[in-house]
Structure formats: structure tokens, C-alpha cells
């Protein structure tokens, strides 16, 4: 189609089709502060660089003569149907990167029939978000009766699934923001969840409204969350009665402990490089773990996916689905859900491509002997 347009129409896609470049396109349109905390990581950034490294190490190795003509890359993944092995991946205060934020997000999702995961930490309330198939990433805040609400009011707007992020108990040492002494959350922004909140609000002195300031400062209090054991996931599998998955994992000890710990799922992910410096890359991780436990849980994946090519080689290494998370963030900059729509379209049709001319008519066809290491 976009071979078509420039031979017809002599016209070219506003935004660039190099998912790697994005980025740099994106930061003409991000103030200092937004891509401050959306592109940079903990630290140095060499999660973050380890990361896309990671993916650089290993090569797809294309079959011939397979008769790839038609592919089918639509999956069940813990109950939801998808269209492709692919997610939103849940990220927070997206009104820095547009004013539509997680609004426009979810129905570019909608529009291409892929989940939306909506994050606790989002610039809109769980109720404003449009979309057909929705997940809800929580982060487990100190305060139980918040939790709950946070539960119920997912519950109640048919989020089907639970992603509960554990890698950041509370946030990573992050230069560019602790520079520039920009946190959104300490400006109000990406506490929609929050101030919406029942039992947030009876918690406070005087309503948000009045003292917004006050309210910041109490979801500060009630955020960080670094005293979590796995114990108390029990809390979580007694007030939740659907499938439960555990973001940031990359320790096969973890991974086992996940599935002896009864939930559904795990995300094999370091958050972008956002949390620990020098950590291993989340690509690095994945082969041991889709080994260890990938027959007994839905083992998912994120941090440095760029690529379609990249969903192909997490797919290979165990991966049921990978999430995306930057790259959308780089669409919306530019085009508000038009934006991510362009996003999501080139990462599908490139993901598709690389099967056919691998010789796959089916994602789950790939595995181990697909690759090889660089
Ligand atoms: C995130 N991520 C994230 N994760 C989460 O569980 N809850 C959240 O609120 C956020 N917020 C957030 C904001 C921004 C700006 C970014 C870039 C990331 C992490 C996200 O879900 C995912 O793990 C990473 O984005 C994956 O890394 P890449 O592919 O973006 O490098």
C-alpha cells in the first residue's frame, strides 16, 4: 500500500517506517522534560543499550520453498484473542508525550484489534479508557483499601487480565529527570487512577480539588512499595478471580517461584532499563526462563523490542507475546493515535513479513533451531 501511494499519489508516510528511527523524529516534537523521562534510563543506560544489544546477537535464519503464502498469527493469550502475539505495554502519565494520551493509545489498539494495558500510574482514570480488550497493570500501592478499589474499579470496567509490575518498588536512579528535577507524578500528572479514587479520596483532608498539592503528596506516601514478598500474593489471588501475571521478571529462581506461587503468567522484562543499571538485558533473560517454566506459565516479553524482526526472535527464544513500549510512545509524540496506529501497522506488517520470507505460516512454528547465535 505504501509503494502503491508513492508510484499513484507521489505521497510518502508522514512518519518514518525505520521503527528504530522514531525516536529521533519523536524528539522534535517532545519538550526537554517529556523525552527526559520517556527515552533515558537508570543510571549509565546500559540496561538499556544491553538491551538492543541483546537482539543484535541473534540471526533469524530463513527457510526457502516453505509455501508461506498465508500466515496466521492470531493467539489466545490467558484467555484474551488476539489478532498477532503482540501488547500495549502498560506506561504511564502518556498525556507528556500527547495531550490524548493513554485515550488516543487505547483506540489505536482498539482500532487494530490489539490489548491495551492501562497503568496504574496513567494521566487518565481506568473508566475514560475505550477500548474492547483492555488489561490493568498494577502498581501495588501500601495502602490495602486503595489496592482493593484499584481491583474492583478494574474489575468493573473489564480489564481481563492483572499485570503487576514488581520491579519498581519504587523508581530507579534516573539522571536525566533528577537533572532537570522534573517528576510528573510530583506535579500532579499520571495520578488519574488516584484522585478518581473512592477510597483514595476518603483518605484525604480536603478534596483534591482543594489541595492538590496535599493529594500529590499523599499518593508519594502510599507509592513506593519496596517491602513486597511473595507471600502476599495471596492478597492479590483471593481479590482477583482472573488471571494474574507478574511483570520484571529476569531471575529463572524468580520465574519458578512465579509459577510455584500460582499465578497465570510472567513478563520477562527490565522495564525499559528504567529501574537497575547494569542489569541483564531482557533478551539475555528469556531463553532460560521460557525453559524453566515456560510449559507451566504464559511466559510474555519486553524491553528493547523495536522490530518485527525483534518480536520474531523473542517469539523463537519462548516468548508467547511481546509487549510494546517506547516505540508507541514515538507515534503518539508525532501523531496522536494516528501516530500509534502507524506504529502498531509497521510493527505488525513487518512481523509478518519476516515470517513469510522465513518460510513460517504461523508464529508459534518458531523456535530455537530458527536462529542462531551471532
Ligand atoms: C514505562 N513502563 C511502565 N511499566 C509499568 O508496568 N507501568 C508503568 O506505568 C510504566 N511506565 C512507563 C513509562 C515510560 C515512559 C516507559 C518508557 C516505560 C515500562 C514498560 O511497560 C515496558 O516494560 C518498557 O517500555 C519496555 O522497554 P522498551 O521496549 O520501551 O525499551
Not at 258 to 265: F, L, R, S, Y
Request: charged residues 20%; negative net charge.
Amino acid at each position: 500500500g505504501i509503494y502503491l501511494q508513492g508510484m499513484l499519489q507521489g505521497t510518502r508516510p508522514e512518519i518514518t517506517t525505520d521503527l528504530g528511527r522514531l525516536e529521533s523524529q519523536a524528539a522534535g516534537k517532545l519538550s526537554a522534560e517529556a523525552m527526559g523521562y520517556i527515552v533515558p534510563s537508570a543510571g549509565s543506560g546500559a540496561t538499556a543499550r544491553a538491551n538492543l544489544a541483546a537482539f543484535d546477537r541473534w540471526r533469524l535464519v530463513p527457510r526457502m520453498l516453505r509455501g508461506s503464502t498465508e500466515r496466521d498469527l492470531s493467539c489466545t493469550i490467558l484467555g484474551t484473542p488476539m489478532p498477532a502475539p503482540v501488547l500495549i505495554a502498560p506506561i504511564g502519565v502518556q498525556t507528556l508525550a500527547h495531550p490524548d494520551g493513554e485515550l488516543a493509545t487505547a483506540r489505536a489498539a482498539d482500532a487494530l484489534g490489539l490489548t491495551y494495558t492501562h497503568s496504574t500510574q496513567a494521566s487518565h482514570a481506568f473508566e475514560q479508557i475505550e477500548a474492547s480488550s483492555k488489561w490493568y497493570q498494577l502498581y501495588w500501592p501500601t495502602d490495602r483499601d486503595v489496592c482493593l478499589s484499584f481491583l474492583q474499579r478494574a474489575k468493573a470496567g473489564g480489564y481481563g487480565v492483572l499485570v503487576v509490575t514488581l520491579d519498581t518498588g519504587t523508581l530507579g536512579w534516573r539522571p536525566a529527570d533528577l537533572d532537570r528535577g522534573f517528576l510528573p507524578f510530583l506535579k500532579g500528572e499520571g495520578l488519574a487512577n488516584y484522585f478518581s479514587d473512592p477510597a483514595f479520596q476518603a483518605k484525604l483532608v480536603k478534596p483534591v480539588a482543594e489541595d492538590p498539592a496535599a493529594a500529590v503528596m499523599h499518593w508519594a506516601q502510599m507509592f513506593p512499595n519496596v517491602g513486597l514478598s511473595w507471600d502476599e500474593l495471596s492478597f492479590l489471588r483471593d481479590n482477583w478471580d482472573a488471571p494474574i501475571v507478574l511483570k520484571g521478571i529476569t531471575s529463572v529462581d524468580d520465574a519458578k517461584l512465579a509459577a510455584e506461587n500460582g499465578v497465570d503468567g510472567i513478563v520477562v522484562s527490565n522495564h525499559g532499563g528504567r529501574q537497575v543499571d547494569g542489569a541483564i538485558a531482557s533478551l539475555d533473560a528469556l531463553p532460560a526462563i521460557a525453559e524453566a517454566v515456560g510449559e507451566q506459565l504464559t511466559v510474555l516479553f519486553d524491553s528493547g523490542v523495536r522490530t518485527g524482526a525483534d518480536a520474531a526472535k523473542a517469539l523463537a527464544l519462548g516468548a508467547k507475546a511481546v509487549l510494546l513500549g517506547r516505540p508507541l510512545m514515538y507515534g503518539l509524540a508525532l501523531a496522536g493515535q494516528a501516530g500509534v496506529e502507524h506504529v502498531l501497522r509497521c510493527f505488525l506488517a513487518e512481523l509478518d513479513l519476516t515470517l513469510a520470507l522465513s518460510g513460517y505460516a504461523n508464529h508459534r512454528e518458531l523456535n530455537r533451531d530458527s536462529l542462531v547465535r551471532a
